[in-house]
């Protein structure tokens, strides 16, 4: 922790597959993260709380994140390929303005929630749930659900009231969802 007020980069040598639970969490100044090749593993609060992080690189290797591991970063575009696992909030209230969801990751609830510069999501092509609360009070002002989509969770979408809401268009190509989640819009509509 006696480098928590002055890191601005970080570095991971290969070899590395895990990083620990909180392990640079509210590391104030730490601007970049270099995650090295053959990483699995990101663990719960590992980066949380991290308000000047903007850069990072996933590593192709890298199977599962932990719940809020990215919480209240300036990380500002999220490539989620090749994982199989994101936790609870991990990108809440972050900074991101864009966002691209693969097909095979299971995808923790509240994932976007609060993230007010998000306007741009797409889903890879065989995205069959959209989760619990993954867009809560975020700034989409438009999104379409892909037609491989069987299943959208609760409140999704949720804005307190039509003032705060800001999705203006939702274009769903799916004629298969067996699922509608309720409050998918909150009080919006």
């Not at 663990?43 to 192709?60: D, H, Q």
């Not at 307190?160 to 509608?180: G, M």
Request: charged content about 35%; overall charge positive.
């Amino acid at each position: 922790r006696e480098y928590s007020d002055e890191a601005k980069r970080v570095v991971f040598r290969k070899g590395i597959t895990s990083i620990g639970f909180g392990v640079f969490g509210n590391f104030y100044k730490l601007e970049e993260v270099v995650l090295p090749a053959g990483l699995r593993k990101i663990k719960t609060w590992a980066f949380n709380g991290c308000s000047r992080l903007r850069k990072i690189n996933f590593p192709s290797s890298l199977k599962k994140i932990g719940e809020e591991v990215f919480q209240c970063t300036k990380i500002e575009k999220v490539m989620i390929k090749g994982l199989k696992k994101i936790g609870v909030g991990s990108f809440e209230s972050a900074q991101i303005k864009e966002a691209y969801i693969s097909k095979d990751v299971k995808v923790g609830s509240f994932l976007f929630s609060d993230c007010k510069t998000l306007k741009k999501v797409t889903f890879e092509k065989g995205v069959k749930k959209i989760s619990d609360s993954m867009f809560f009070k975020a700034g989409l002002e438009k999104v379409t659900i892909p037609n491989s989509v069987e299943e959208i969770e609760d409140d999704v979408f949720w804005a307190f009231s039509q003032e705060e809401a800001t999705l203006k268009k939702v274009t769903i190509r799916s004629k298969k969802i067996k699922k509608w989640g309720k409050d998918i819009f909150g009080k919006a509509h």
